[in-house]
């Protein structure tokens, strides 16, 4: 799905992610990784096949039910979210949508995160889904406040979701969003 450019202060943009952004996409990635713990996969799991992140985005936009928007700065890709369907296979579940949203460590705390989700529950709800769901990691406090604040409601637990690299786990929470609630 294609969102409309949206320009921000400072010469910053909010778009759809395109295919000649998935160098950019890789690197942003990368960056995201680097010393995070609340990821759920590791950087050496990063595809590095630009052909295939090419393909992904394409795919992306040519869907009527996913997109994935980012800011984007003179830095480069500063902020990215995705919105997909939960699943494509059952009717059952095609009211719900997941959605994720990452930000670069040097541009935290600047109201990125806010504004991509903001618009890409917008998004969703124009798109005919009811409910957004995401995960977090239970330690995660900065992210789970954002998406409190946004509405999401913890709706379960899953104990020792994460293998981490050198040992030990973590839990991840399941949160919830009904659509026809306001952002």
């Known amino acids: 799905m294609i969102f409309r450019e949206k320009e921000l202060t400072g010469g910053r943009a909010l778009r759809s992610v395109r295919a ?31 052909e295939l992140v090419e393909a992904m985005i394409e795919d992306t936009a040519e869907s009527d039910d996913a997109a994935e928007l980012a800011v984007f700065g003179a830095e480069g890709m500063l902020a990215l979210a995705a919105l997909s369907p939960v699943t494509r296979a059952h009717r059952r579940r095609a009211h719900r949508c997941a959605v994720s949203v990452g930000t670069d460590t040097a541009f935290r705390g600047q109201g990125l995160a806010r504004l991509l989700l903001t618009e890409l529950l917008a998004l969703a709800r124009r798109t ?18 954002l998406y409190t604040s946004l509405g999401f409601e913890v709706c379960g637990r899953i104990p020792r979701a994460l293998r981490m690299e050198g040992g030990g786990y973590t839990d991840e929470l399941m949160m919830i969003k009904r659509l026809e609630e306001t952002v």
């Not at 005919?128 to 406040?145: K, M, P, R």
Request: charged letters at 30%; glycine letters at 6%.
């Open 20 to 50: 000649e952004d998935a160098f950019e996409r890789e690197r942003f990635f990368r960056r995201l990784h680097t010393g995070c713990a609340t990821l759920a996969s590791e950087a050496d799991e990063l595809t590095g096949d630009l």
């Open 128 to 145: 005919g889904y009811e409910q957004a769901e995401l995960n977090v990691t239970a330690d995660n406090a900065a992210a789970i406040a």
